[in-house]
């Protein structure tokens, strides 16, 4: 029999979660119903859809933070989300496609920790903090540390995601974001790519570089943040290129080849230090 | 578990396991077959439903998620004999070949016309916007083309007026 939960509020369901720690964690369900019915049964089901708690944007001057069970979909039709953090409302609006967006949620992508979660590099490169939570009390994690191997992460048995806390970007600083598949919805990213590049003139002062799809989870590419800084736009895309080459290694695999993999992952941050 | 949800505005109760997905309780325990399966897995949108007011892969609901929720499926778009705009733009157009992926596409056709996403722009603009939000109905007889037209034509029937209306009624749950 297979137990089920929709808690009230946060304190029943860190409570539900603390009291069954195996069970599943479920919100939109766009990944862990695939396939359901070929699947054993969960012991339960903790239910976090659209617990209000975990449901919510919140903006102020400096950060955004978005609630763990907020869709793609309200992310993408936020209006300052889409004004100030561009390349997050154009990730969540090529997960999937209307019905995996009004469903999928930013706490389920980064809690099930796919290497090819589409908008896990967009939180890499805007430097995201998450903040959980259990019955213990609150913590946080910078993002970059989040992931500790393929599909696993930092969050503990009695542990919810609370919300992902994300610095606005200055007027300085240009944010990118690109995913390459076989067709823009549905189909699963061969290579996908974001950046935050801070700017005097055309001078790199600063950047972060992430992608998605080259290894076995997101990662950030420090050996180009390194080797752009202080490059001018143009220069700092070939350098970018060169860093890229060395420092990735991706696999084949059904939807791509490596070699495939680390061309296009080249020419994408290339092109983001280009000149336009 | 017991789970009561409205389905095409009757209250319906089932008594299964929460896990059981919401496309099986659809098919097997309320007979409704209008929804298909197609791949089980949100890639193809066979399954179409509107839960809460906006279109969702049923196959990817556990029927554990939906006590108290909102569900329509293809049997619901028409007014007893009268059909949906979206229908009778299907019909008048073609849009539909060997049937299997049609009622998930009215479904979510029906859907994005009654919350005018589509708005009120110039044709080609249009055809993209709606391209774009059908990308997750696949279609595997025929091309999207008639498809495409037939979502316009009810789009245009239907927004303008009752479309705005439609986006407001969608309540939060």
Known sequence: MTGYVRPRDLDEALATRAAH???????????????????????????????????????????????????????????????????????????????????????????????????????????????????????????????????????????????????????????????????????????????????????????????????????????????????????????????????????????????????????????????? | MKVTLEVNGAPRTVECSPWKRLLDVLREDLRLTGTKEGCGEGECGACTVVLDGEAVNSCLVAIGQCDTRRVTTVEGLARGEALHAVQRALVACGGAQCGICTPGIAVCAANVVERGLIGDTDDATARARVRELLAGNICRCTGYQLIVDAVIAAAREIEGGAARQAEQRIDPV
């Open chain 1, 21 to 276: 720690p195996d069970w599943m964690m479920l919100a939109g369900g766009t990944d862990l119903m695939v396939n359901a019915p070929h699947r054993e049964a969960p012991a339960g089901i903790l239910d976090l859809w659209r617990l209000p708690a975990i449901d919510f944007v919140r903006v102020s001057d400096e950060v955004i933070a978005i609630g763990a069970g907020t869709t793609w979909h309200d992310v993408e039709r936020h209006p300052v989300i889409r004004a100030r953090m561009r390349p997050l409302a154009a990730a969540a609006r090529e997960i999937g496609a209307l019905q995996i967006q009004a469903r999928a949620t930013l706490g389920g992508n980064v809690g099930t920790s796919s290497p090819v979660g589409d908008s896990l590099p967009v939180l890499l490169a805007l430097d995201a903090e998450l903040e959980v939570a259990s019955v213990r009390g609150r913590r946080r994690v910078p993002y970059r540390q989040w992931c500790t191997g393929y599909r696993t992460t930092q969050l503990l048995p009695d542990e919810l995601i609370l919300c992902a806390h994300l610095p606005v970007p200055g007027p300085a600083t240009r944010t990118t974001w690109r995913k390459i598949g076989t067709r823009r919805a549905q189909s699963i990213s061969k290579v996908m790519g974001a950046a935050a590049i801070t700017l005097d003139g055309d001078l790199v002062t600063c950047a972060r570089v992430a992608l998605g799809a080259v290894a076995e989870r997101p990662i950030r590419v420090t050996a180009v943040e390194d080797a752009v800084r202080g490059q001018r736009l143009g220069q700092a895309a070939e350098a970018a290129r060169a860093a890229v080459r060395a420092a990735i290694r991706p696999i084949d695999d059904v939807r791509s080849t490596a070699a495939y993999r680390r061309e296009v992952a080249e020419n994408l941050v290339a092109r983001f230090f280009s000149m336009a």
